[in-house]
């Protein structure tokens, strides 16, 4: 057995944060800064601390550049001394998911075999964080090919969740959750394209935003359901991030960026009577008993916001072949030459199987979708369910065997993919816990309703913090 491997499942065994500075929020942090309490150049030092010493179990960082963010911390914390920060993000640490080019650090590998050669340019994500003055600590770990919903890699080991180290941070932003939550930043950019940044969010007790497809420019490698977006410990804390990412960039084609939008004034602005619908299953779908009474508790938050909440049973049919065959055509042809973990060999070989029909039957259902979805919004202005339909699995549990298509596997995606496959955002905020782990509530509304739904999950989280 390997050292990886070697913690006992039976145990349970999390990452203290060390120092109290890092659990703080991106917006302590920016307060703090403003009055002279803190500085970027101490709070960065307790960040590289940290992941110094818990790393190395934990795997949430591929890679790492203490000396270049030592300097950014520098260059923060004299803007700041002078009453000249570029944004409220100026000297707050981050990371970013290696799926994502950053300037100064390896090319992506995706989860795959190291890379030497360095990125050359700045992604849009890394590009505006720059201009804000964030400090990157390092690029986050995630799966080979960003395919299946757990991080574990050849290269890097196995990620696991600082709540549980028997468990898994879930995928494929498991590094940026697990780096989030274990106080290795104040923020992780991730990207979602069936559930990779709320999925994590939920396993992990952190805050995950996957935008409205195409608001966060996002290049290289563009496809038509994957987007960046923030995690974080509050939604305050996204939507600043939000501020930052969601600007004009110009190099993604599929680009629809709103400047005008301010998304941290959006939260502080009234909470209008907003209609909101709750579906325990989206008519397909098989919570465990456990996480579906916490999430039902969590409900009475509405009350207290004084919004009503009608349950309702049927949102869609269910969409996971639908989401498999536009996730994986692309890889069709690779699962001869793969030597990777089984997981996504599982998903190379199904890819295998897709022919031109297969193609089509994808477009008919996501259209199918798209009304489905379209309808619901006739009569909701948010839909709200579990997150994920359990807590975060254990360590090997998930694909024990590799068969993607097992119920199981299959479920654990079923709130998630349907707003990536017709672009509407969703938000994941904690709960509650279920033995010991956390569990999510998923917010998902209509294409550009980002603002809203930040503004409706921090008042709800607000009220859960109180009555937790």
């Known amino acids: 057995m390997s050292d990886e491997m070697a913690i006992d499942a039976h145990t349970r065994t999390s990452i203290p944060v060390r120092n109290p500075i890092l659990a703080l929020t991106a917006s302590a942090l920016s307060h703090a800064y403003r009055a002279g309490e803190l500085s970027p150049v101490e709070v960065t030092e307790a960040a590289l601390s940290q992941i110094a010493e818990f790393d190395p179990q934990l795997h949430a960082f591929c890679e790492t550049r203490a000396d270049a ?64 003055g964030a400090v990157m600590l390092g690029k986050t770990t995630m799966p080979e090919l960003s395919v299946v919903p757990v991080t574990q890699t050849a290269a890097w080991g196995i990620t696991r969740n600082p709540v549980d180290l028997a468990h898994s941070p879930g995928g494929s932003s498991g590094g940026a959750a697990a780096a989030v939550a274990a106080g290795m930043g104040a923020i992780a950019i991730g990207s979602d394209g069936g559930g990779s940044i709320r999925l994590p969010a939920s396993f992990t007790g952190t805050f995950g935003h996957k935008p409205t497809f195409g608001i966060v420019p996002y290049y290289p490698g563009q496809t038509d359901r994957t987007v960046a977006g923030p995690i974080a410990r509050s939604c305050e804390d996204l939507a600043l991030a939000m501020d930052v990412i969601a600007r004009p960039d110009g190099r993604d084609w599929t680009e629809q960026s709103r400047a005008d939008v ?135 549990d998930f694909y024990p065997d590799g068969v993607i298509t097992s119920e199981a596997n299959r479920n654990l995606i079923g709130y998630a993919a349907p707003f990536n496959l017709v672009h509407l955002p969703a938000i994941s905020i904690p709960c509650g816990r279920v033995n010991g782990l956390p569990v999510g509530l998923q917010l998902g509304g209509p294409r550009y309703s980002d603002a809203q739904l930040l503004q409706l999950a921090h008042r709800l989280s607000e009220v859960l913090c109180t009555v937790s």
């Not at 520098?74 to 640490?93: I, N």
């Open 69 to 132: 963010a030592r300097v950014s911390a520098r260059e923060a914390e004299a803007r700041w001394l002078s009453g000249a920060p570029l944004s409220p993000l100026d000297g707050v640490p981050v990371s970013i998911k290696d799926h994502i080019d950053v300037m100064g650090f390896l090319a992506p590998n995706r989860g795959g075999p190291a890379r030497q050669e360095e990125s050359s340019f700045d992604s849009p994500c890394a590009a505006r964080l720059r201009e804000a």
């Open 262 to 396: 301010r998304y941290a004034d959006a939260l502080r602005a009234p909470l209008p009577r907003l209609r909101i619908g709750f579906s325990a299953s989206f008519g397909f779908q098989k919570p465990d008993a456990e996480v579906l009474a916490c999430v039902m508790r969590a409900l009475g938050a509405f009350d207290t916001l004084g919004l009503e909440v009608e349950t309702f049973e049927r949102l869609c049919d269910d969409p996971f072949m639908t989401y498999m065959r536009q996730a994986t055509l692309r890889l069709r042809g690779r699962s001869a030459s793969y030597r990777g973990p089984e997981a996504v060999g599982s998903v190379l070989r199904l890819a295998d199987t897709w022919s031109a029909d297969d193609n089509q039957r994808m477009i008919d259902a996501r259209a199918k979708l798209a009304e489905d979805f379209f309808g619901a919004f006739q009569r909701f202005d948010v839909i709200v369910s579990p997150s994920a339909p359990f807590t975060a699995p254990r360590v090997g």
